[in-house]
């Protein structure tokens, strides 16, 4: 009897202890949300305060839940692309080994990987917060292409950044900016083709008489079965863009794939900061139009100085 009591009571004493073990794990699980938490609003309000989130929401400045996530997420792949660009930097000034150069390159390669991840679970929760591209500054929006960077585009700024290429090397680049372009020509076309039918759903029946007519919620579940084929054509153009990433990076030295990613990351910070300038411009000291708009006399100079070419072009 004496035993079993012993027993016993190593049993709840090892009961408790596990208890206290969960107990602990529950608090600190529960410390790590909060430390998270308060993370993800600093980084959010430091994107903001930075000019990323300059494109807002949706309608009333809503936002869908999977669209918030995302800014915040984004915030913090910015942050820590900012880190790895400096490393890699530091990499190539301090002349480190192709091995543990290469060993920064592929974590460069993964960062954007985890970005075209977070891209696709935000096409699949709300497209139009990646259509129209309100995550990314106004000046980086000028240059979108289907929800981010034009593949065709970013190889001819990288050949320019990216001498002494060899002629293997250059062949290489070439071709693969001219399937990006044949592949964006056909994704473009199929996009065009999806809004053209999209209108024509919308436009069916009559639409002046005010009512929604006998057929309108036919019409609009057709017209969703065919919005829902966005998240497809934008989840295509990210795996062009993956792809492309992926194929420049096997066309490169090791050292040429690290000033690859630095361009890159240079190229986007630099538009970044565009945004913020623009934003931050002083209007007061604008020139108003009508200073800039030619006299009277200046026009008919003008007018007789490039007579010929008015000629020329009459028919316009």
Known sequence: RFQ??????????EAAKKSRLRKKAYVQNLETSRVRLQQM??????????????????AGGDMSPGAAMFDMEY??????????????RGGLQAHLADSNLGAVVEECMQHYDELFQLKAELARADV????????????????FWMGGFRPSELL????????PL?????MGICGLQHSSEQAEEALAQGLQQ????????????????????PNYMAIMAIALEKLASLESFYQQADNLRQ???????????????????????????????????WASRPRENFIGTESLSPTGTELQGMQHHHQPQQNQFSGF
């Open 156 to 163: 001819k700024i990288l050949i320019g950044q990216l001498d």
């Open 166 to 170: 060899t002629e293997q090397q250059m």
């Open 128 to 143: 139009f917060h990646l259509l129209t591209g309100a995550w990314a500054t106004p000046a980086e929006r000028c240059f």
């Open 243 to 277: 792809q492309t990433l992926h194929q420049t990076r096997r066309i490169l030295t090791t050292r040429q794939a690290a000033r690859c990613f630095l361009s890159i990351g240079e190229y986007y910070r630099r538009l970044r900061a565009l945004s913020s300038l």
């Open 75 to 88: 915030a913090r792949w910015l942050d820590d692309d900012g880190k790895r660009l400096a490393e890699l």
């Open 4 to 13: 079993e009591t012993e027993r016993r009571l190593a049993q709840n004493r």
């Open 194 to 213: 999806l809004h053209q039918s999209l209108a024509d759903t919308v436009a069916a029946g009559t639409l002046n008489d005010g009512t929604p007519g």
């Open 41 to 58: 609003e600093q980084e959010l309000q430091r994107a903001r305060s930075q000019g990323i989130f300059l494109g807002g929401g949706g």
